[in-house]
Each structure stands twice: as C-alpha cells, then as structure tokens.
C-alpha cells in the first residue's frame, strides 16, 4: 500500500476509506498514472456519483466533481461538450453506475462517449452499511435482503460491450501495476473505456478477499479483444467463483475496437459542416421574416 | 370610427380554423397567419392541438389586426372554417372545444364556413366542397391548400401570397402541385360561390387587399418557444441538453439548428435527469448551457437543482407550464408550477425564478436567466407556459443588446471565458474549501453565505417588475398604507396582480376597463423569487381590494403573497387547459368591484335602508 498522500495529485484530504481497502491502490494508480501521462492538475476531470468509490475525487486536486447518486456519466457528458479538450475519468461503483445510474451507463457507452469509467466493483452497498448491489452473488445477505439476494449478478463488462462501449478492460484493485496500465490503455482510448475492477469490500461482504492467484491475463493468453464472440466469453467469467471456489478470472483488454463511432468526433463533424452557417443572432432573425419560411 | 373609409377604421379579423389532426390546420393558420404578417399586419396563431400523435380535434385561432394590443386569444371569431365532419360536431356543441361553441353562439359577427348545414341563428354557413379537388380523397392534408384558396378569395389576400408561403414551406417535401391545383381550387370555388352571398365580406377584403403596411419596422415570427431559443442563444448559451417533452421539446429544436455554426451543440439525452446533469457539468466549466423541460421533467430536475443550489453552480432551466399533475394534459396550458420550482426539491436551497407573460419576455428573460446564473452561481428557473409557448405572432425584431425594459445592456458573450483554475465540487456539506464538513459551525457559516448573496437580488433587479398605475396619482407618502381611511376613498377601485400568459391577458383587460372610467393600479412580477415584498405592499396604497389572475386551481401566487406579507387577495382562477381571455378577466374584475360596493353599501345602512352620514 503506497502513500498516497505524497502524490502530487493528492489535496491532503485523508481519504476517508477503511483502513486496508483495496481503494486506496485504485486511487494510488490513477494518480501516478495521471504523473505517467504528464497530465496537469488542470488537464483531468474526475468526476463521481455518490457511494465509497465516488469520493475518490475529493481526494484530488484536479478538477473535480463529486455529483448526486447515479449521476456522473451525465454531468460528464456535459463536462465533455463543454470542455472537449479536458480528459474526463469516471469513477463509480457497482451500485452507483449499474443500479440508480443504469439508463446513463448504457446510454453513454452506446453513444461512444470519449469518457473513461472506472467502476470499482465490491459487489455490494458498502457505504450504506451491507446491502445488495446489482452485482453480489445469488442468495447475498445485505440489511434489506435478510433472507438472501433473490436474483443473479448483473456482469458489468457483458453490458458495457452489448451497450454499445468501444473499450472494456477487467483489472483487479489487488494488483496496482495491472491497474495502472489499465487505466492508460482506456485513457489513450478515443471513444468510451470501461475498467472494470474487482475490488472486494475488507468490511462487508463474504467474497473471497484475496483473489489475485486466480487472475489470468488475457493477452498473455491470445485473447482476441476485437472480436465480439471472444470478448463476451471473456467478459461472462467474472463471477465464475461464485460457484467454482477454484476458477479463473480473466482480466486485461476484454473489448477494443476503434471503428466504432465517437460521439465527440461526431459533435465535431456536426460543427465542421454547419460553420459559417450562422456567425450571430441577426442571421438567425434574418431568417425568420414572415414570408421566409424555408428554414 | 369613419365608416365610409375603411381603411382608416380599427381593423381586427379573427379566423377560427377547427379540424381533425391531419387535416392540415395548424399548417393552415401558420400559413394565414404569415401571409397577413407579410402584408404588415399585426397577427398571430393560437394554436389548441390535442396530444395525440393523429386524432382528435385540432383548431388555430388567427388573429389579424392594425392594432398590435390586440389579444391573441378570443372567445370570438369573423370566419370559422371546420375542415372535417367531426369539427363540425364540434361546432355544432355535441362536445369538445368550448371556445369554437362560445363562437359560435356569438351570432351576428360570425360567418360559419362549414361542410354542411347552417348553424346558429345569425351566422351564414356555406359548404366547402372539398369534393371538387379529388387529389383530397388521397390526401387529407391538402384540404389546408383548398381552405388558404377560399380564404384568400374572400378576405382578398394578394398576389396568390398564401400560395406562395405553402410552396415555399414544401420545398424539400412531395405534393407541392398538388397543393397548388387544391389552393386553386379553393380560390375559384370561393370566388363563384360563397363571395357574392357573403354579408361580411366587405370590411374585410377591401383592408386585406389595400395591404397597407403597418408595420414598417423588421418584424419576424416568434412563438415563445422560439423566442427561447433565440435568447439563449444571444445569452451564450453553447450546450443545450434536454429530453422530448410537450410543451417544451422545440425550443431545443431550434437550438439544435443553431448551436453546431455557433461553436456549440445540442444534446438529446436519455432522460431528463441527464439532461440536467449535463447542463451542470458544462457550467462547471463556466461554459452557459441550458435545459428547457416540462412538468414532468420539472420534477426529475430537483435533485440537481438542489446540487447546484449547494454546489452554488450556476444553470438555466426553462419549463414550460402544462396541466398537471402526472401527465395531466401535455399539450394544455397552465401556471401550476410556481410553487414547484420555487419549493420543489428536499433541503433548503437557493434559486431564482422568472416567469415570461409574452413572446418578448421569454426572449429578454432568456438572457437575464443567464446574467443571473452567472452572478449568484445558482439555479434560474425560467418560467413559460403552453399558452405563450405555443403562441405564434409577428414581432418586433428583439435586440439583444437592451434590457427586458430597453435599457442597453453590455454586449453578451459570444465565446465565454472558461475558469482554468482547478476546482472541486460536492453537493456534501463542504467548508471554504470544498472539502466535505458535518460541524455546526461551518454549517451555520455556509447556509448563511448561500443564502445571504440572494439578498441583493432586490437591488439588481427591482426594474423588472413595475406597479402600472395608468393616470392615477400616486398616494401622498403621509397616506400610505392607509387607502381604506381616505377621506376621498381610495385612489383605485381594485388593484390586479398577475403572472405569466394570463399577465398578458390582464394588461389588455385593464386597458379595456380603463377606458370604462375603472380606475386600476396593476403588478405584473417577473421575479417571482426570491419574492420581493415592497412591491405588493406597494398596491395597498391604492386599495386594499386586491385581485390576483392565474391559471391554477389553488392561487399559487395567491399564496405567496398572503405567505410573505400577510395581504389577502382575491383570486381569479382558471385551470380548465385553456388560457384566459381578457373578456374573462374583465368580466371577473368588474364582478369583484361590484360585490364588493354591494357590500358596502349593505354595511353603510343601518338596517331601515336609510345610508349612513
């Protein structure tokens, strides 16, 4: 566990995590690679909904938006229209983006936002104090689930790739290196990038804590990122130990393709072609003189 | 009034236009009502559609004058063109809309033109015999081109200038021969058969057709939401977001149209909650941005406006009022939603809202919203309505370099100034800093600095809402507060608050009561909040009689004001979907000045009928 206090991305806000959370290697990676990518504290925008991951930017002093539950991808989307040339990172959890926030996730993913989103998966409600999320094992007892979690896992990679997302990565918050080189391969990504993290909660919850012997990298494996079928084979074994004490999990590069549509190139093929349309008010009320009507 | 020059006589023509969606109405009054607008008339389109994606009865009330006072809306019309049986059940009373029954019982200044029999006792119906352009049984919607030929045949409109604003408008579309073998049609149906019996026709064809300008100034054809857009845009406005929603959705199809040449763009998000959440993470940058939504969508926006309230971001959100509450009547109007968007939402936040009475107002309060975003770094809530939305009308062309009261204002950014210096945000509790706090201290210190910054709001903006006394004389200082214990009684008979549309309405119900010897001291707030006291205080110092004219059924505005300075009102209240027309209001003022000398006068006896010295 590195200090990352020492960061010179860090504010000196101590980060208000327990003791031990695997957050505190996330929050170290992505700062030293902001350092890596020689981003400066005006470059970058994190931005978050509400629950543990979400504080993540309250911790930084870059530009920062700690938004309501559910809620980053929108207020990114509006950073990203304002401020094209300012890099936006997402970071959220299992039940601020895939419960509450949901519609907003398909619906960036399959408009190929220019947005990474790091989702820090517990597989639960952490800060609330133990509930199910979308993602906790069948049968989970959370606070408002006594006799068990009734339905299966929602698989956060499956559904960012069927979304429409250009980029899908799995890292685990065990492995700091790992995590880093996947945050700057989503970042160097022009279109939207998903990290997907396993993050299991030390606090709550009756996952397996340490799951790092059971990862697999799937380029050292041949695994074929740009084809859907592979991908979402790759995608679909995430939760494969609920069942299976002993199985694998593959992380790395689980989706990439770079022939998808980009909303942000899109928004600026729209404004290449419309300029000079108009350059003020007055062409606009030129236009709108009662025996002018073809507008 | 001279009646043997026409020409120099008030002139107003009032066309009703009722049929089935589809039919080709509302294509018809737009038509109509820029034809008469090219001539240099004043005019405009009072648009009534139901929500429906087809069916259901459709009607557009045009309203062509030289007089640009005159009201949009009317219990009256000179000509009613019903284009379908079913808008003929209509007229005739069986149900539907009650303002075509209301003009049609009118009698004598109404000339029904209709699909079949004759209506009410004086009015005269004709036939219009669609059946003469069979390109109509194929296709419905050019029965519009026929009725804009027999209009322009009767009313004398030259030059086949109808004929031309169709063709222009179905440039890029199919059937433009069509519609002109249909408008020919019309014309020469009309000029053979319904002009040489028609009894009104004279006053009318012979203004039309003299065409005198008069207007000669640039005017362009504004609906409220147009006007919206427009401001917006002279405001700065470079991301708008928002979703589909009556009636709200074409301010962002204007501005959609607009933003991409200006630097900026349009988004259609997937709810409204987004389209909020990317209206505030544009500002975050400093970069002005806007949502425009509805009822509905007015209620999925609290919880960011509340982020912003906390977060002191600033944004500018326009709803655009309709009858509720649920989904209620999405195509209707209504001012049900002053106090959602001054209270909706948990916790105490800070937020400005402005309400629009006319096409001008939406544009120039467009621009003030942004100004006030930006200078106390809060939600602005701009409030329009169905009514004023909706409402198409040739207007002077608005400059954006004057104020709401045309006072020149500093040019607004074209190309804003993004902050560079770093910053964070949290709608947590949060210290000088940003940095999230839970201690009573610092909770204390930051609502107070929150919500004191709102108390200069009275000093900036007092000129946006004025007391209009007409001739009255103002009360001695001595007497203020203190009408009712004039020796000489007090200086008005009633004093009318308003808002909104039905402000609008009120300002020509005044005018018309002036002019009956009614003396009447008048507020019309833009700023409804922060609420603003000594204004309505103010009124008391010309009668205590105070009346207040809204579309809602519980007198929203009734309440805030009794809330916040204790003064009782009487309310005048309409929530049926439809605006008031200054006929109601009138009538409604005059009722309340009436009961209440009746009242008087029972208390100044002393029970043997004889009247107190």
Known sequence: ???????????????????????????????????????????????????????????????????????????????????????????????????????????????????????????????????????????????????????????????????????????????????????????????????????????FGNQQKDISERLYDLQANGHQADDKESAMRAAAHVYDSDSDANAGIPVGVVWKRDDMLCFDDQVERVAAENKGKYSSINDILDELRPDNVNR | ??????????????????????????????????????????????????????????????????????????????????????????????????????????????????????????????KLDFDLCPLIHTHQQLKSSFVMGVLSAILGIPGNLALSIITEKLKSKNLTEQNAESFRIGFESAESGILPSLRTVNKHTSRLASGRPLFSEDRVVLDGNLAVALGAVSAGCRVYASYPISPATSIGAHIAAYLPALGGFAYQAEDEISAIGVTVGAWFFDIPAMTATSGPGLSLIQEFLGYCSMTETPAVVVNVQ???????????????????????????????????????????????????????????????????????????????????????????????????????????????????????????????????????????????????????????PKSRFAAKMRDDGPPADICVISWGFSAEMTRKAVSALRKRGIKIACLYPRLLFPFINGHYLELLNFCPRIAVVESNYTGQLASLIRMNTGINTISVKKYNGEPFTPEEIEAELVGIIEMEKFISDLSDTNGDGAAKK
């Not at chain 1, 959370?21 to 990676?29: E, H, P």
């Open chain 1, 1 to 203: 566990m590195s200090d990352t206090r020492q960061n010179s991305y860090m504010n000196g806000y101590a980060p208000s995590w327990c003791p031990g959370c695997s957050y505190f290697n996330v929050l170290s990676a992505l700062t030293e690679c902001f350092d890596e990518r020689g981003i400066a504290e005006n470059g970058v925008c994190v931005i978050s909904g509400i629950g543990c991951s979400s504080r993540l930017p309250l911790f930084l002093n870059t530009y920062g938006m700690h938004t309501l539950h559910g809620r980053p991808l929108p207020a990114a989307i509006g950073a990203r229209l304002a401020r094209p040339d300012i890099p936006v990172v997402v970071t959220t959890g299992d039940g601020d983006l895939l419960s509450i926030g949901a519609a907003h996730f398909v619906h960036a993913a399959r408009k190929n936002f220019d947005i990474t989103v790091i989702c820090l998966d517990n597989r639960i409600y952490a800060m609330t104090k133990n509930q199910t999320s979308p993602t906790s094992p069948i049968g989970y007892q959370g606070s408002l689930t006594p006799y068990g979690k009734l339905s299966a896992p929602l698989n956060i990679s499956e559904l960012a790739i069927g979304s429409g997302a250009s980029m899908v990565c799995r890292s685990c918050a065990c492995d700091k290196t790992h995590l880093k080189k996947m945050f700057d391969d989503a970042m160097n990504h022009r279109g939207f990038s998903l990290v997907e993290v396993i993050a299991p909660c030390r606090t």
């Open chain 2, 1 to 126: 009034m001279d009646a043997t020059n026409n020409n120099d006589a008030p002139f107003t023509l009032r066309v009703l236009l009722v049929g089935e969606a589809g039919d080709g109405v509302l294509s018809g009054g737009d038509t109509f009502m820029r034809a008469a607008a090219a001539l240099g008339f004043h005019s405009s389109a009072h648009n009534c559609f139901p929500p429906t994606i087809r069916g259901g009865i459709c009607s557009v009330l045009v309203t062509v004058s030289d007089d640009d006072s005159v009201a949009p809306v009317s219990l009256s019309a000179d000509f009613v063109f019903a284009l379908s049986r079913a808008a003929l059940v209509v007229l005739g009373g069986a149900e539907g809309i009650d303002r075509v029954n209301d003009a049609i019982s009118r009698g004598d200044s109404i000339s029904a033109i209709n699909t079949g029999d004759g209506l009410s006792d004086g009015t005269q119906s004709f």
């Open chain 2, 322 to 476: 309709r009858a509720g509450p649920s989904t209620g009547m999405p195509t209707k109007h209504s001012q049900e939603d002053l106090m959602a968007a001054i209270f909706g939402g948990h916790g105490e936040g800070q937020r400005i809202v402005l309400a629009a009475s006319t096409i001008e107002e939406c544009f120039y309060l467009t621009i003030e919203a942004f100004d006030m975003a930006r200078r106390f770094r809060c939600p602005v809530i701009l409030l329009t309505d169905g009514a004023v939305g909706n409402l198409q009308m040739s207007c002077k062309r608005p400059d954006a370099s004057v104020d709401i009261n045309g006072h020149a204002v500093a040019a607004p950014s074209q190309a804003a100034t993004p902050n560079t210096a770093v910053r964070r945000i949290t709608g947590l509790e949060h210290d000088t800093k940003g940095v999230p706090s839970n201690t009573a201290n610092n909770r204390v210190r930051q609502q107070y600095k929150r919500f004191s910054k709102m108390d200069k709001i009275e000093a900036y903006y007092n000129y946006m809402q004025t007391i209009d006394i007409g001739d009255l004389k103002p009360p001695m």
